[in-house]
């Protein structure tokens, strides 16, 4: 038996030992593209205070949120063609962080500027790359998620805000067992079907891919209201992590109709993007999407996946929430492993590897 102390769970801070509490050197998602309007997103990633705006001519920027007059957070300003406009004295600043006007001031002071981020938005999602060394330029290009672009698709999502530690997200979305406890209303279905799932998990470089099936099963409660199921269904997980976000791929199809592990196999699909950021060693931030192919009614079927899919995901901030509070009441009690975890705990050796090189 394995016994378990997390470490960086927000109760003993890595950062006492000077290791960054948090992989550098690659890109998060700050940002899903429907959240950015008129109006500056206040937000703090990874323990910086960032403004993340569009200009109007669709540009998104993103500097740190502080005026350098006197410290007014930027995001309470507003948006102008050339960038954004402080709301205390005006200072007016473009998308690298240079201030470019002083109201009333002919001469703009040589450093009057903020930092800005490198951003790229792609697949309706916004990337900021954080290096290991402040203003490094990027290693690299933000991963692709070319789900959101495929027509055989129409998907939703939302950002939510969780008081607990990335790494218990993770460990979540890695360990599908908890869908027959936690879920039992929405995406579950018979436990016991869930913890005894044909599984198998694999990983390669900064990759964990989980795949897990589940057949002769009866289609659980979305599944039905989204799908003219005939009966039992052959089901399917496919999850793959990366560091900065995880694709989960489930769905089903009629039993023995299809092979539900065929790359093109029919049938319905749920695609799930969770891109999970923290905000601190304590807290984070987890956008999400969903996405599937319905037959018929695609509006109707579409707006019903993605309330069963918050709805899903609200019980799983209940769960993990509850669960952060408790590790913290009971600090340093030990944890034990069970079979579930063979992925979460393979996931948390990559980030810690990333954390320390
Ligand atoms: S604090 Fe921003 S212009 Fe004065
Ligand atoms: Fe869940």
Redesign the pocket.
């Known amino acids: 038996m394995t016994v378990r102390y997390f470490k960086n769970d927000g109760i003993r801070d890595s950062r006492e030992n000077s290791v960054s509490a948090y992989p550098l050197d690659m890109w998060y998602v700050v940002a899903l593209s429907k959240e950015l309007s008129s109006v500056p997103i206040a937000r703090m990633v990874l323990d910086k205070p960032i403004v993340i705006y569009r200009t109007p001519d669709g540009q998104v920027n993103v500097l740190e949120d502080r005026c350098c007059h006197r410290d007014l957070p930027l995001s309470s300003g507003t948006i102008e063609e050339q960038g954004i406009r402080c709301g205390y004295h005006g200072l007016l600043y473009d998308g690298s962080g240079k201030c470019i006007e002083v109201p009333g001031q002919k001469k703009v002071p040589s450093k009057a500027r903020v930092s800005s981020y490198h951003v790229k938005e792609q697949d309706a999602l916004v990337w900021v790359w954080f290096g290991a060394e402040e203003n490094s330029e990027p290693l690299s290009q933000p991963p692709r998620y070319e789900v959101h672009n495929n027509e055989a698709y129409v998907y939703g999502g939302d950002v939510y805000h969780y008081d607990a530690p990335y790494q218990l997200i993770h460990d ?1 979305l890695l360990d599908l067992s ?2 027959g406890y ?2 039992l209303h929405t995406i579950g279905g018979d436990a016991k079907i869930h913890m005894n799932a044909e599984m198998n998990v694999t990983s390669e470089g900064e990759t964990v891919r989980v795949t897990r099936y589940m057949r002769n099963s009866n289609p659980p409660p979305t599944y039905l209201a989204a799908y003219p199921f005939k009966d039992k269904v052959d089901r399917w997980q496919e999850i793959e992590f990366c560091p900065s976000h995880l694709k989960i791929w489930t769905g089903a199809v009629d039993v023995n109709t299809d092979a539900v592990d065929d790359p093109n196999r029919g049938g319905f699909h749920m695609r799930g993007l969770h891109c999970v950021t923290p905000e601190s060693p304590t807290s984070s931030h987890y956008f999400w999407t969903i996405a599937t192919n319905p037959i018929d009614n695609v509006e109707g079927i579409k707006a019903k996946v993605i309330e069963q899919t918050a709805l ?1 995901f609200d ?2 901030k209940v769960v993990i929430e509850a669960q952060y509070a408790n590790m913290k009441r009971f600090e340093g009690k030990p944890m034990i492993d069970i079979h579930v975890d063979v992925a979460a705990n393979k996931a948390r050796r990559i980030i810690e590897s990333m954390k320390s090189s």
């Open positions: 979540n908890h869908l936690v879920h899903t019980e799983d």
